[in-house]
């Protein structure tokens, strides 16, 4: 589906273009004169412009750089009553994909538009596959042995196929990213852009901006228009990382548009619309947030329709080895080296290391010792120096505490369970109790 605008003075010839282009699955939207062009172009994304040359006592040629400045995108096909080839050189030297001469049928209409809309789908993959190349790592791959992160990436999928917003859980370095990748890719949104933006990376006064867009003077330094990560990803998705972090302000205007699908550019008081599926991540307590008065008690709720909390790497210590070998292969390849493995001693840390730092840390532990290392295998040496072993796992029946059995059991079932309303009914206790032990045991 396209979404299409026309801009022609005559109405039979916005009518046959609209009947042709609605028929064929796509939307439009029809006006007969560049100001409204403009304003039309302003408030939603195009995918493709039908422009006539001749617009009454107005040329549609000076029509083509202004819609092209706003949306680089939109491929514009200029509507000529005089078809000629200097016409034609004229209007691509100014940015039009094509031309179609008057009279025309419906079926050179639907011909054009079926060509374009190959076009925009081949720009949106290479879009795609340029930023999974850039990103591209062994931690994208998303497999498990642990049956409590098995379940989480089985309802990842299950909800990537619907519309509903996802708030992803868990701490720093878990995968929450990866995660929120792989339910674009499954999702079907997978062919159109997905934009990252996050919080705590972009100042608070500028994250109104980065969200949503500004106009050339909105602020000291915004010397050009800027669409905003939302315009960009339009029928695709907007992950938000990290949005505990995000400033009240900028919170109420994300509600508005979850609600309304509706937002303004800063310093700009057109409304303008959008298609985009929100995820969002966060490694904070976002009900001890509300609790606080740090996070908007009604955007939680809108956030927390599908809540996946990604289990910590501690907690699932039989994919420690398999996710270090594959960044082993991974390091290996990029660094020009042959490493066979890892020796006992180095594969013992490695298991039985606490991993605060999650994935992530063994992301960078297993980098640092495939560059240091000078042996066939990765030694217990080559490995950081904070890589130690952690301490044994008390058993019922040791001499330890009742806190530190608690505290265990509660982190197992943490990683075993998809969510907190889950592991507070598996415990026999209430989602408040719950987040007080988490926060007793810094969980």
Known sequence: MLHTLVVDDEANIRKTISYCL??????VIAVSNPTDAIEEAGRRSFDIAFVDLKLGEEDGMALIPVLLTDSPWIKIVVITAHASIETAVEAMKKGATDYIAKPFTPDQVKFITRRIGKIRELETEIAVLKEDIQRIGPEDRLQ????????????????????????????????????ARAIHHWSPRSGKPMAVVSCPAVPSELLES?????????????????????????????????????????????LRFIQDKEYER???????????????????????????????????????????TVPPLRDRKEDILPIATDFLAYFCKANHKHLLGFTNEAEESLSTHAWPGNVRELRNAIERAVILGSAEKIGANDLPGNITPALSAPVIGDKVSLATIEELHIRRILASTTSLQEAADVLGIDQATLWRRRKTYGI
């Open 210 to 254: 980065e969200l949503f867009g500004h106009v050339k003077g909105a602020f000291t330094g915004a010397v050009r228009d800027n669409p905003g990560r939302i315009s960009v990803c339009e029928g695709g998705t907007l992950f938000l990382d990290e949005i505990g972090d995000m400033a009240l302000p900028v919170q109420a205007k994300l």
């Open 266 to 308: 800063l310093g700009d008081s057109v409304s303008r619309k959008a298609d985009v599926r929100i995820i969002a991540a966060t490694n904070a307590d976002l009900e001890q947030r509300v609790a606080e008065g740090r996070f908007r008690e009604d955007l939680f709720y809108r956030l927390n329709v599908i809540s996946l």
């Open 144 to 179: 498990s042995r642990n049956p409590g992160m098995q379940r989480v990436i089985e309802t990842a999928r299950k909800a990537a196929a619907s519309e509903a917003i996802v708030l992803l859980q868990g701490e720093s370095g878990t995968g929450k990213s990866v995660f």
């Open 22 to 27: 609605v028929a064929d699955g796509h939307t």
